[in-house]
């Protein structure tokens, strides 16, 4: 156990995408990091080593597979032995595809439902002492699909409305000693197996804000939710250039 007196945050998926620029959004707000990362070990030790960079002994990353229900207390708990506290849980890991329902499995459902809504559950379940005892808190990276569904991912859709109701239902059960919120973006980083080009203009063209967002834009709302907003609770904020507004 180190004898840091920072306050620590665990962040899952954080080897790169939005994951990654949290966790040194965070490190540079002077917090202690734990991330996970599931198949990208080189990408999460390097933002590890540029963590540590900046400050010695901030950032640890090991793997976890979100799937694997048997592994998410023991995951905190080894967190909590390595720095001795736990002060915010960020649900930040996903699984994305499409499941047309002529096609879908049982597979996909357990798959999408497992990293979207039970995994972040028992981690909850699991990271609650430890929270309660620092006045912690926890934020799940929902999604606007969640509360209107993405043309051919259902189950996709379904999971993150479960995500969305575990957050006020959580808020409602863990107060007054753990605050619980969610952030729901919108266009901020294109799916990893891409987007027509036509897709993403009509998409844009939708918003607001004429633009997609940038992953420290949800960081910083993280950040906000974890550190500035201490009468905050029960709330889904959503980080998207105002598209929610297009029907």
């Not at 107060?175 to 619980?180: L, Y």
Request: charged fraction near 20%; charge should be neutral.
């Amino acid at each position: 156990m180190t004898d840091s007196s920072r306050p620590v945050v665990v962040i899952t998926g954080a080897a790169k995408r939005v994951g990654a620029v949290m966790a040194e959004a965070f490190c540079e707000a002077g917090y202690d990091l734990a991330i996970s990362y599931r198949h990208s070990r080189g990408e999460a030790e390097a933002v590890a080593a540029r963590c540590e960079a900046k400050r010695a002994q901030s950032c640890i990353a090991w793997p976890l597979d979100l799937s694997d229900t048997a592994a998410l207390a023991p995951f905190i708990e080894r967190i909590a032995a390595h720095y001795g506290r736990i002060d915010a849980l960020i649900n930040n890991a996903s699984s994305l595809f499409p499941t047309p329902l002529a096609r879908a499995t049982e597979a996909q459902w357990d798959d999408l439902f497992a990293a979207n809504a039970k995994a972040p559950f028992f981690l909850a379940q699991a990271a609650a002492p430890h929270l309660a005892r620092t006045r912690g808190c926890i934020v799940n990276l929902i999604d606007i699909y969640g509360e209107r569904p993405l043309a051919q991912h259902p189950i996709y859709s379904m999971a993150k409305a479960a995500l969305g109701m575990m957050t006020m239902a959580l808020a409602k059960d863990l107060g007054p000693d753990i605050r619980v919120n969610g952030i729901a973006p919108g266009a901020v980083l294109w799916p990893e197996s891409g987007k027509a080009e036509t897709e993403r203009r009509e998409l844009l063209a939708r918003t607001p804000l004429g633009r997609a967002g940038e992953p420290g834009d949800l960081a910083r709302t993280a950040l906000f939710l974890v550190r500035d907003a201490p009468y905050v609770t029960g709330q889904i904020i959503r980080v998207d250039g105002g598209r929610a507004l297009s029907v």
